[in-house]
């Protein structure tokens, strides 16, 4: 679904699972510290957008999936993990509840998929599960929402993330984590009031939002994520699973690593050798002096760091070692701790 934000003077398209909304508006590192600086909002318009209604919603979808969402307070923003019965991750939902619908953004192109799943597990609860995601749209600030600047605006998702939230448990450093007081938030708007509501104001590409991400050690469903990924490689218990609530699909692995064992991957923060013209894209293989150890799985130019990624690299590989994609030198920051 192409944004009418793409319109605007200077867009130009992102491509992969970013397309249909502005990768840049022409000056990207600008673009990023004015979204830093709370002065620009992000085209987020390509998300998908779940709905579940009823009195039964919160219960319902607390018993299918990863996070503690019985008590969850109308505003508060939440997220939670679909897992695979093997406990693979295979959505992360987004989610703010007005007190009478639970709001759902979830990766591009995914909604349809969730949607059916919900579905199929209603059984005789009462719930409605509707994929919205042709009526409403996502938008990105990295800043305290302005009531006046965002009146027309719908439900505003508030991301936890760096956490921990709840009965929980990290992976990752808690007190020196890049993070720390991350404003990140996603506002729900009528598809049909975007261009109205976005108004005149500076926008920001979707890569000036992906390296803001990165930077924050954040990963993305889809992204930083395959069908073999659980939730621990990618520290993301911290905000997404709860680990003493009823069981859920995929428990059984996120108990039994936890109580057990280590991710057999970690996820990992790099620098990349920027002195070259072009870095390396997301899929690219690391490897060490040996062998492959991993590969980049998002990748991005941020405004302060120069080049940077995210990477899942095999637990065992050295936090010490300089590693390599192609002819690019990576030098890796632990967030995993193997």
């Known amino acids: 679904m192409r944004s009418p934000l793409l319109d605007r003077p200077g867009a130009v398209e992102a491509d992969g699972v970013d397309a249909g909304v502005a990768a840049h508006y022409g000056d990207p590192l600008r673009e990023q510290r004015a979204l830093l600086a709370g002065e620009a909002v992000v085209d987020l318009s390509h998300r998908g957008v779940v709905t579940v209604s009823g009195p039964d919603r919160l219960t319902w979808l607390h018993s299918l999936t990863t996070q503690h969402l019985t008590e969850v307070a109308a505003g508060v923003g939440t997220e939670s993990l679909v897992l695979s019965p093997h406990g693979h991750i295979e ?22 998929a969730l949607t059916a799943w919900l ?7 009462r719930v409605e599960v509707t994929d919205v995601s042709d009526q409403y749209a996502v938008l990105g600030v990295a800043a305290e929402v302005d009531a006046d600047r965002w009146q027309l605006a719908g439900p505003t998702w508030v991301d936890p993330w760096p956490g921990p939230v709840g009965d ?16 990140w938030r996603e506002l729900l708007v009528a598809r049909a009031n975007l261009a109205e ?11 000036a939002a992906e390296a803001e991400r990165i930077a924050a050690w954040r990963p993305r469903c889809g ?26 699909r995929g428990q059984e692995t996120v108990a039994r690593v936890h109580n057990l064992g280590r991710p057999p991957r970690r996820l990992v923060f790099c620098h990349l050798d ?3 013209h072009v870095l390396p894209e997301a899929g690219a293989e690391l490897r060490d002096a040996r062998r492959v150890v991993g590969r980049l799985t998002s990748v991005a ?12 690299v095999r ?22 701790r193997p």
């Open 315 to 336: 637990r065992a590989t050295d936090p010490d070692a300089v590693l390599h994609a192609g002819e690019v030198t990576v030098a890796q920051t632990t967030i995993v």
């Open 168 to 183: 929980t448990a990290t992976y990752g450093p808690v007190a020196d984590h890049p993070a720390a007081g991350r404003r």
């Open 274 to 276: 920027g002195s070259g």
């Open 197 to 207: 509501v976005v108004g005149d104001q500076p926008m920001a590409g979707s890569w």
């Open 119 to 125: 579905d199929s597990m209603r059984f005789m609860l």
């Open 301 to 312: 130019r941020h405004h302060e760091d120069g080049p940077v990624a995210l990477a899942v």
């Open 91 to 112: 959505h992360a939902l987004h989610l703010v509840d007005d007190g009478a619908t639970a709001w759902i953004t979830v990766e591009p192109g995914t909604a349809g």
């Open 223 to 248: 992204v930083d994520s395959d069908h073999r990924t659980i939730p621990h490689e990618l520290d993301w218990l911290r905000t997404a699973v709860h680990l003493h609530k009823g069981c859920y």
